[in-house]
Nanobody, 117 residues
Framework: QVQLVESGGGLVQPGGSLRLSCAASRTGFIFSKMDWYRQAPGNQRELVAGITYRGSTNYADSVKGRFTISGDFAKNTVYLEMNSLKPEDTAVYYC???????????WGQGTQVTVSS
């Protein structure tokens, strides 16, 4: 069973930056897409950013120009660089990987990001 481990969350002031990481317990080209989601209290989980093994990226409108996703599909690691953070970015952030051959979805345990002065 593949496990995803996230790191990099924390408390940051508005306007600050954080870098999230998510790594799978297995290497090799076994995923076709790696995404970041977030869920704030009382809200549904939403897609923040995604990257495919071909290098295509997509972003939620609310984070365009501020967040950058990057990934290594050989090492099965994805990053989310978050700049100009706002209080409304406060949420638990989850990584999600899509299995390239079995189409399974794998989730990380979540990492808390809090933007507050």
């Amino acid at each position: 069973q593949v496990q995803l481990v996230e790191s990099g969350g924390g408390l940051v002031q508005p306007g600050g930056s954080l870098r999230l990481s998510c790594a799978a317990s297995r290497t090799g080209f076994i995923f076709s897409k790696m995404d970041w989601y977030r869920q704030a209290p009382g809200n549904q989980r939403e897609l923040v950013a995604g990257i495919t093994y071909r290098g295509s990226t997509n972003y939620a409108d609310s984070v365009k120009g501020r967040f950058t996703i990057s990934g290594d599909f050989a090492k099965n690691t994805v990053y989310l660089e978050m700049n100009s953070l706002k209080p409304e970015d406060t949420a638990v952030y989850y990584c999600n990987f899509l299995g390239r051959w079995n189409q399974n979805n794998y989730w990380g345990q979540g990492t808390q990001v809090t933007v507050s002065s």
